[in-house]
């Protein structure tokens, strides 16, 4: 088993509208997950509104076996408290913990994070690459438990990890520290091993990632080459 790397989450992703690939990554992630202690999946729902893509919906997930993992939604949608109302139906079915919304056609941050910690969920939101810190709610913040930065322009996995999310993970560390210290600092989309030494120095607590894993030749090569290179990066800060 490897050892939990303590000072970063790896959150593997599924994204897809076809049933079959769904079910075979999650039991992939849980025939292998266990020997590195993931905990949890994050499971991304496209309403081919938010962007030019489909994946399956909150209503589908109780057919598919989660075993003990937590479920994370990134809800990317017209309206992400639609969906939240939709993941209500399966709260007897599915292990939801966070419901993370972008931000972008959300039309109240307030009202979304109010109604997920109504269904106890952990509540957080998300910001596509490009968007402007300034239009997070500050309100909203003080019951945030969850920030996740894109990487990429989200809807997508397979795209190059984009540098400029480096200055935003920055502005945003300082953000959390000021106005909530318990929330989780996650970035998703294109995140590689070669990406991890910077994500740790400046301060993300979590990484989510797909196509890492995904095209590699099997999960656990994947999984491997992400620990191998935090275990490196931890190493180094030590001298």
Same mark, same amino acid.
């Given at each position: +088993? *490897? $050892?939990?790397?303590?000072? +970063? ?10 049933? $079959?690939?769904?079910?075979?990554? =999650? ?5 292998? #997950? ?6 949890? %999946? ?16 909150? =209503? ?12 994370? &939604? ?23 913990? /966070?419901?993370? #919304? ?7 941050? $307030? ?13 957080? !939101? ?9 239009? &997070?709610?500050?309100?909203? !913040?003080?019951?945030?438990? %969850?920030?996740? %930065? ?7 996995? #397979? ?13 945003? /560390?300082? &953000? ?13 989309? #294109? ?6 030494? *910077?994500? &740790? ?7 989510? %990632? ?9 999960? $656990? ?19």
């Amino acid at each position: +088993m *490897k $050892e939990k790397n303590k000072a +970063m989450n790896i959150i593997p992703s599924i994204l897809s509208d076809e049933r $079959e690939v769904v079910a075979k990554q =999650l039991a992939s992630i849980l025939s292998s #997950g266990e020997d590195y202690e993931i905990e949890r %999946v994050q499971m991304d729902i496209i309403d081919g509104e938010f962007a030019d893509n489909i994946t399956v919906t909150p =209503l589908d997930l109780p057919d598919f076996e989660f075993g003990g993992l937590e479920v994370d &939604l990134h809800l990317m949608t017209q309206e992400p408290l639609d969906f939240v109302y939709e993941a209500k139906e399966t709260t007897h079915f599915v292990p939801i913990k /966070r419901v993370i #919304g972008q931000i972008e056609k959300m039309s109240n941050q $307030e009202a979304f994070v109010e109604e997920v910690k109504k269904q106890h969920w952990l509540p957080g !939101l998300c910001l596509d690459l490009y968007t402007p810190l300034s239009e &997070l709610s500050l309100d909203a !913040l003080e019951d945030v438990r %969850v920030l996740q %930065v894109m990487g990429i322009q989200a809807g997508f996995q #397979g795209q190059q990890f984009n540098e400029h999310t480096y200055q935003v993970i920055s502005e945003l /560390r300082e &953000l959390i520290e000021r106005v909530n210290p318990k929330i989780e600092l996650i970035v998703d989309g #294109g995140v590689k091993p070669e990406h991890l030494g *910077k994500l &740790l120095e400046l301060g993300v607590d979590s990484v989510v %990632v797909g196509s890492v894993l995904w095209k590699a030749a099997s999960i $656990e090569e994947g999984l491997d080459s992400l620990y191998d290179e935090l275990a490196n990066s931890e190493s180094e800060e030590t001298f």
